[in-house]
Structure formats: structure tokens, C-alpha cells
């Protein structure tokens, strides 16, 4: 299943909004997929990352 996950995470005091799809089994796996893709690509701590909505994607 996809999943659409829209949110934002702070570094260097901005605001940095986004929009990302992920493949997962559950909206679970897809919350924990984007915060490690998020943390990584971006070098952000799960901390700082807020997740505002989740959407299943057909």
C-alpha cells in the first residue's frame, strides 16, 4: 500500500514543510519509514519532525 504523509521538522530554527509517499504494509510502517528517510536525508531527529496527516493512496 501507499501512503501519503504530509508534516514539516525544524532545523536551524526554519520551518521546512513536506509532502512524501512511502510504501509500507501499515500506516504504522509508513509513519516509521518516513521519519528514518526524513532523519537520514536530512540529518533531523525524530524529535523534530511532526507528521500532521497520514492518507492512504491508491
Same mark, same amino acid.
Given at each position: *500500500? *501507499?501512503?501519503? +504523509?504530509? &508534516?514539516?521538522? /525544524?532545523?536551524?530554527?526554519? %520551518? ?6 512511502? =510504501?509500507?504494509? !501499515?500506516? #504504522?510502517?509508513? /509513519?516509521?519509514?518516513?521519519? !528514518?528517510? +526524513? ?5 533531523? #531527529?525524530?524529535? !523534530? +519532525?511532526? +507528521? =500532521? &496527516?497520514?492518507?492512504? %493512496? =491508491?
Amino acid at each position: *500500500m *501507499m501512503f501519503r +504523509i504530509k &508534516g514539516y521538522f /525544524r532545523k536551524g530554527g526554519k %520551518v521546512v514543510r513536506f509532502t512524501k509517499t512511502v =510504501e509500507a504494509d !501499515s500506516e #504504522k510502517l509508513a /509513519r516509521e519509514k518516513l521519519l !528514518s528517510l +526524513i532523519g537520514s536525508n536530512h540529518k533531523v #531527529k525524530r524529535a !523534530s +519532525i511532526y +507528521i =500532521e &496527516g497520514v492518507e492512504k %493512496v =491508491e
